[in-house]
């Protein structure tokens, strides 16, 4: 069983930053897809980010391209999504996800149901 838990949400103002954290554990989260996705009030989870097992491959939403970045630690089995330049149609909660097998990644990233893990999420408010 993998737990994992976010950190790093808050109220930012419009064009600020965040750097949201999910902590994991279990000794095999080196071998894990990862992702980030997001819950705005009244729409469905959408995809915002993800990163293969080892960390040398990233996706992002096109909403988020070139604004987030997404990353991981392995020897602290942490991964982290970095928020720049937040607009308020970026608030919602995010919740970290996590696959054991290192195959999601290539094929199932986008899809919430494709993870086998999740984390209680972390709410994030953007200001205008």
């Known amino acids: 069983q993998v737990q994992l838990v976010e950190s790093g949400g808050g109220l930012v103002q419009a064009g600020g930053s965040l750097r949201l954290s999910c902590a994991a554990s279990?000794?095999?989260?080196?071998?894990?897809?990862m992702g980030w996705f997001r819950q705005a009030p009244g729409k469905e989870r959408a995809f915002v980010a993800a990163?293969?097992?080892?960390?040398?491959?990233?996706d992002y939403a096109d909403s988020v391209k070139g604004r987030f970045t997404i990353s991981r630690d392995n020897a602290k089995n942490t991964v982290y999504l970095q928020m720049n330049s937040l607009k308020p149609e970026d608030t919602a909660v995010y919740y970290c996800a996590a696959d054991s097998s290192k195959a999601t990644y290539y094929s199932g990233r986008y899809y919430a149901r494709a993870y086998e893990y999740w984390g209680q999420g972390t709410q994030v408010t953007v200001s205008s």
């Open positions: 279990g000794r095999t989260f080196r071998s894990y897809a």
């Open positions: 990163i293969s097992w080892s960390g040398g491959s990233t």
